[in-house]
């Protein structure tokens, strides 16, 4: 039974609640206790001493108080279970966002933006159930069987001595028989998870089998993974139930035990009744908690699981901010990246790059896949940072201006933008929430995504769904643009799209590419060439270092690789 | 309640299984109630000092409840679950069978994300109608009478006060609990709706939002939303906690109103005294069945709203009516539409407006229109997917209505820009299309696909496996795939659906080429907004 170190110190932040839901447990134990004693007590005087009610009002106003006080306690400490869960699952969300705001989206290691999401949502939810089945349970099972031997020991030391050998052979063999299922449910893996993972695949590919003529087969397959996958899991549950066997049969075993011996030593006169009933009574109450907790045992293992992934992301370091932080450059400047060296993991993507961007250049950067060109813009925007080396921006390195400030003066259009969800207004507002209409128009008219924005449904008040709804790519790409014009910023970083673009969407990225270059210093990831051509200069990297430098025209002359990449792209342009 | 007839009658098979499941897991109850009853006895008993032998009888009993239990348990747990399985086995089967007739044209919803996805996670669902809805109920009915009726050997007023607490903590209670955290609840649920929108916004906008500004803003969104979902949970712990003190407070409620009562009744003379233990312990220990309805409550809800879901998308209506006594075509072509239009049910406008077209055998087409223009609807009437709202189509003379769904896409190979991949090896993906294809016609349509090459220099070759979606293939490999796989069906008209869109100039460029050799001879129909680098016979404009 493991106890996640990390989960028990994230709700040590909240003491309060901690304490008063464990100690509560202990409450709701002793007046379990104070329960068997009065009705042991109620029996013994009816049975043996003929005592009627009248004689009995004491007790029979105490039983009440007692079964009230237990339920009181109980169900108090479930409610302040439930609400330290939910305390710690508002502090963990807290922390995760902050944390990935200081972060930015390139430092999150495997994480990526979809698992981030999922981390901040599900990931946090998933580890609820620790504090609202297991800690209690856990707490429950450390606190009662204990209080219960403390009084069975006095009354009668052969049950307590019953009840103390029995008690650890219950989680023992929870833990072995726990142990061979899941070996058991290995083995069997793939027979478990290849009927729900083909019965999905089905579903969605229903129509191509249709296409294929192959749904009937389809079906048959299904039938036969059905009864696969019936055996298998039932060959693991066929074990994995043996240890809701053993815990049956040890607590029912040994509460049969206590009272067969109880019984036999009254028989001989060697016992009173009162006590020997008290035992009898505590008995089940002794099992109880061991059992809640055999039962909470994947509650733990499942949310481990949960914390392992949220925990994981709150330990990602994130780069420290400087102290006595230099103003950014609110007009172009050079920019400059100095003996850079960056990696992912082992394989170094730069090994000390050097490329100096005069102020207001607009450059092209060109290349295979894999060259370099989307980390060197991250370098860049300062969602990396160099593991040698600097990035300058005028004389400041990146690292001694503060990051929101110099993301103050940037603006930057992803491969693959991303709109959040609201109208197509409050997508370009972002950029600047005081801009006018007119403003508006303006922007959206140099990026060419006036016409297609006018055009749509609602104009722009059209909301945008998951994805940007129904825009095409090529219109996504221009409400980025649109967004980037808005912005006005002195440093201008794009990313253009690998895919396909219809021919009309194309044209006016390029024209708005042109307009978007004066005044500003522009650097284009050209995954299409002819974006390439437009540019002051073209810089072709090829594993991370840079293997030609100049003008297009230059590059067609002397650079061999350009020469391939522009012949390439050329026929397959016609 | 009609959701609950229509799984009742879904389980139903499935009888002899849930009864002996049922059973067992009254005799657990019902062995944990004899053993602190004898236990409860056997100690009465011996406290008078009778003779030995008188104990003989109770102290077996002892033995025999005690060790039974157990074994009623795992049979319980395990027969449960062969039924649940067994029940669940058939759902699949049964789900599978009705949604074949309504692939794709009838699966297709608005504004729903994967249905799929969430019929699959449905389905599972349904794993706990039995285990934890059915039995359970089950189990607490037997136990209420059987108990029941033992106290009321003794005493009618046992029984009735037993009953009365039992009811009260297994339904009336839990259900009161329930309601009162309906509002909270639905807080919840919207909250945390509101959340993941937002944790998915700041997730994969985030560079987004640090460079224009606004991730503070959505930061301090999602902490409301976390804090709303907070206080709702709170609100739903004080609820539970609630419903667990008061079930708790019920049962041991009981358990005092039966020694009131039995403290009077030995008194007068009702009842021997060796018998009040008996009877206060058998009622406390029948309350193990009553605390395992609050769940049953709960987990009720959520199968009937799985189950309606179910049976909603099953029962809807196909697209395509097929003909009693189909049809061959003499030959698959010519292929002509004659006036087709077609409208789905819940629009007012025509997709598609007295569409004529015909296929000559041989012929390349090149159908153009822009988004919105119908392509793939048109692509789904050919293939009978769908039915034109009006007009006509025949193949080889023989009018659509005639014609099975199966026959007429018997003729058809198709590559579209999403085509589906199974996850499984290359060779199963291949198969699919020809299931007696040898391993020479399989390398022949990989080389026409142009695919041959990165294929043989897989470790794995024909064996290299695909996850789900034909992970681990690029973009133009997946296409490659699908073109194969389409060649080996040897069908003697193809649809092409935008079969390069998405794809980088590059790539697109070298599947059209490979297309237009690979489909020499062939009878084509493209559809697609730009054209294709492929040589056409004529092209016609969609929506024009």
Redesign the interface.
């Known amino acids: 039974m493991r106890l996640d170190r990390r989960l028990l110190s994230a709700a040590r932040r909240t003491p309060a609640l901690l304490g008063l839901s464990l100690g509560l447990r202990l409450a709701a134990g002793a007046a379990i206790v104070a329960?068997a004693a009065i009705?042991a007590r109620?029996?013994n005087a009816?049975?043996?001493q003929?005592?009627?009610?009248a004689d009995?009002t004491d007790l029979?106003a105490a039983?009440?108080l007692a079964?009230?006080l237990?339920?009181?306690f109980?169900?108090?400490?479930?409610?302040?279970?439930?609400?330290l869960?939910?305390?710690v699952?508002?502090d963990l969300?807290?922390r995760l966002?902050?944390h990935?705001?200081a972060l930015?989206?390139?430092r999150m290691g495997g994480v990526g933006?979809?698992g981030?999401?999922t981390v901040?949502?599900e990931g946090v939810?998933g580890v609820e159930p620790f504090f609202k089945g297991y800690l209690p349970a856990l707490a429950q099972a450390a606190f009662l069987p204990l209080l219960i031997l403390l009084v069975v020991f006095p009354l009668d030391w052969p049950s307590g001595f019953v009840l103390l050998v029995t008690a650890p052979l219950i989680p023992m063999f929870m833990i072995l028989i726990g142990r061979w299922a899941g070996n058991l449910a290995q083995k069997q893996w793939r027979a478990l998870h290849l009927?729900?993972?083909?019965?999905?695949?089905?579903?969605?590919?229903?129509?191509?089998?249709?296409?294929?003529?192959?749904?009937a087969?389809?079906?048959l397959r299904?039938?036969r993974l059905?009864?696969v996958?019936?055996d298998a899991?039932?060959r693991v549950?066929?074990v994995a139930?043996?240890s809701?066997?053993?815990?049956?049969?040890m607590a029912?075993?040994a509460?049969?035990?206590v009272?067969?011996e109880?019984?036999?030593r009254?028989?001989a006169?060697r016992m009173?009744?009162l006590p020997?009933?008290t035992v009898?009574?505590l008995a089940?109450e002794f099992y109880q908690p061991l059992r809640n907790l055999g039962s909470q045992f994947h509650a733990a293992e499942d949310a481990a699981a949960a914390a392992e992934a949220v925990y994981g992301l709150l330990k990602t370091p994130a780069p420290d901010s400087p102290e006595r932080p230099k103003p950014a450059p609110t007009a172009p400047v050079e920019l400059a990246l100095e003996g850079v060296r960056f990696g992912y993991g082992e394989r170094p993507v730069f090994d000390g790059i050097d490329l100096t961007v005069p102020a207001g250049q607009f450059l092209a950067l060109v290349g295979p896949s894999g060259a370099g060109k989307s980390t060197l813009v991250q370098l860049l925007?300062g969602?990396l940072t160099p593991q040698a080396g600097r990035v300058r921006a005028g004389e400041a390195g990146l690292d001694e201006i503060a990051?929101e400030d110099w993301?103050?003066q940037?603006?930057?259009v992803?491969q693959r933008?991303?709109?959040?969800?609201g109208t197509v207004r409050e997508n370009l507002l972002?950029?600047r929430?005081d801009a006018s209409q007119e403003e508006l128009e303006r922007a959206a008219h140099d990026a060419g995504a006036l016409g297609f924005i006018e055009a749509l449904p609602h104009g722009w008040e059209t909301r945008l769904?998951?994805d940007g709804g129904g825009l095409?790519g090529g219109q996504l790409q221009r409400l980025?643009l649109a967004?980037a014009f808005l912005?006005d910023a002195p440093f201008v970083f794009l990313d253009e799209p690998?895919?396909?673009l219809?021919?009309e969407s194309e044209r006016r990225i390029h024209e708005a590419l042109a307009r978007l270059a004066t005044g500003r210093t522009l650097i284009v990831v050209a995954?299409?060439l002819d974006a390439a051509a437009l540019a002051g200069r073209v810089v072709v990297l090829d594993r991370g270092r840079v293997i030609c430098d100049g003008k297009h025209d230059e590059l067609l002359a002397g650079c061999a690789l350009y020469r391939e990449l522009w012949r390439?792209?050329q026929?397959?342009?016609a | 309640m009609k959701v609950q007839l229509r799984l009742l009658a879904l389980v139903r098979p499935y009888l002899g299984w849930m009864l002996a499941a049922g059973l067992s897991g009254l005799f657990?109850v019902l062995?944990?109630v004899g053993?602190?009853a004898?236990?409860?006895y056997?100690?009465?008993?011996?406290?008078l000092?009778?003779e030995?032998y008188l104990?003989m009888l109770?102290?077996t009993g002892?033995?025999f409840?005690?060790?039974s239990?157990?074994?009623f348990?795992?049979g319980e747990?395990?027969l449960g679950?062969?039924a649940t399985?067994?029940i669940?086995?058939r759902l699949?089967?049964w789900l599978?069978?009705r949604?074949?007739p309504l692939?794709?044209a009838g699966?297709v919803r608005r504004?729903s994300g994967?249905v799929?996805?969430r019929?699959?996670q449905d389905?599972?669902t349904l794993e706990n109608y039995f285990v934890r809805v059915l039995a359970p109920s089950f189990v607490a009915l037997g136990t209420l009478a059987l108990v029941g009726a033992y106290l009321w050997s003794f005493a009618p007023n046992f029984a009735l006060s037993f009953a009365a607490f039992f009811v009260l903590a297994g339904v009336a209670w839990p259900l009161g609990a329930m309601r009162l955290g309906r509002a909270p609840g639905a807080v919840r649920v919207a909250a945390?709706a509101r959340?993941?929108?937002h944790?998915?916004?700041?997730?994969?906008?985030?560079?987004?939002?640090?460079?224009?500004?606004?991730?503070?803003e959505?930061?301090a969104a999602?902490?409301a939303a976390?804090?709303e979902?907070?206080r709702a949970?709170?609100r739903?712990?004080?609820v539970?906690?609630?419903?667990?003190?008061?079930t708790?407070?019920l049962a041991?409620?009981a358990?005092?109103a039966v020694?009131?009562l039995?403290?009077?009744w030995?008194?007068q003379g009702g009842m021997d005294?060796?018998y009040?233990?008996v009877v206060?312990?058998a009622t406390l220990?029948a309350f193990e069945a009553a605390f395992a309805l609050p769940l049953a409550w709960q987990t009720l809800g959520a199968v009937q709203a799985a189950a309606r879901r179910i049976f909603e998308l099953a029962d809807a209506e196909p697209p395509v009516r097929e003909p009693a006594e189909p049809k061959r075509p003499p030959s698959p072509l010519p292929l002509v539409l004659e006036g087709v239009s077609f409208r789905y049910p819940e629009d007012e406008r025509m997709v598609i407006e007295n569409l004529d077209l015909r296929l000559e055998p041989g012929e390349r087409l090149l159908v153009r229109g822009g988004?919105g223009a119908g392509k793939t609807t048109l692509a789904w009437i050919l293939?009978k997917?769908l039915e034109p709202t009006e007009g006509r189509i025949s193949m080889g003379g023989v009018d659509y209505r005639e014609l099975a769904?199966?026959e007429v896409?018997?003729h058809?190979a198709?590559v579209d820009q999403r085509?589906?991949l199974?996850?499984g090896t290359l060779r199963e993906n291949l198969l699919?299309?020809r299931?007696e294809a040898t391993e020479e016609d399989l390398w022949r349509a990989l080389e026409q696909a142009r695919l041959a090459g990165w294929v043989r220099a897989q470790p794995a070759s024909l064996d290299t496996p695909l996850g789900?979606?034909g992970a681990g293939l690029s973009g133009g490999q997946a296409r490659r795939l699908a073109v194969a796989?389409a060649l080996l069906?040897d069908a003697p008209i193809w649809i092409l659906d935008e079969p390069?869109?998405?794809?980088?100039?590059?790539t697109?460029?070298e599947l059209a080429a490979a297309l237009d050799a690979a489909l020499a001879g062939k009878t084509v129909l493209a559809i697609s907004?730009?054209p294709l680098g492929m040589g056409f016979d004529r092209v016609l404009e969609l929506g024009a």
Not at chain 1, 74 to 83: D, T, V
Not at chain 2, 199 to 209: F, H, K, M, N, S
């Open positions: 329960e009705v109620l029996v009816a049975f043996l003929g005592a009627d009610r009995l029979f039983l009440p079964i009230v237990r339920a009181v109980s169900g108090w400490a479930s409610e302040r279970a439930g609400a869960a939910a305390a699952k508002e969300r807290r966002t902050e990935t705001l930015g989206p390139a933006s979809a981030l999401a901040l949502a939810e009927l729900g993972a083909y019965y999905l695949d089905a579903l969605r590919g229903l129509a191509t089998l249709k296409l294929f003529g192959a749904e087969r389809a079906l299904i039938e059905v009864r996958h019936r899991t039932l549950l066929r139930f043996l809701a066997l053993v815990l049956e049969l029912t075993l509460t049969a035990i009272a067969v109880v019984g036999m009254l028989l006169g009173q009744f020997a009933f009898l009574l089940p925007l969602f990051p993301r103050r940037v603006a930057w992803p933008p991303f709109l959040q969800e972002l950029a929430p769904g998951e095409s980025a967004r912005k690998t895919a396909h219809d021919g995954h299409r390439t792209f026929e397959a342009a | 657990t062995a944990g053993l602190m004898t236990s409860a056997l100690i009465a008993k011996a406290a000092r009778p030995t104990l109770p102290i002892v033995r409840f005690g060790l239990r157990g074994v348990r795992y747990r395990l679950h062969e399985f067994r669940l086995g699949r089967v599978f069978e949604l074949i692939a794709p699966l504004h994967d799929m996805a019929v699959t389905v599972e945390q959340l993941k929108r944790a998915v916004d700041l997730a994969r906008g985030l560079g987004e939002l640090l460079v224009y500004g606004g991730a503070r959505r930061a999602l902490g976390a804090s979902s907070r949970e709170a739903l712990a004080r539970e906690g609630l419903g667990e003190g008061g708790l407070l041991h409620a358990l005092w020694l009131w039995g403290v009077g030995v008194r005294g060796v009040l233990g206060a312990l220990a988004s293939l997917f769904g199966g896409r018997r058809f198709v085509p589906h199974f996850a699919l299309a299931p789900e979606g796989r069906k390069t869109e998405g794809l980088d100039p590059v697109a460029r907004h730009q």
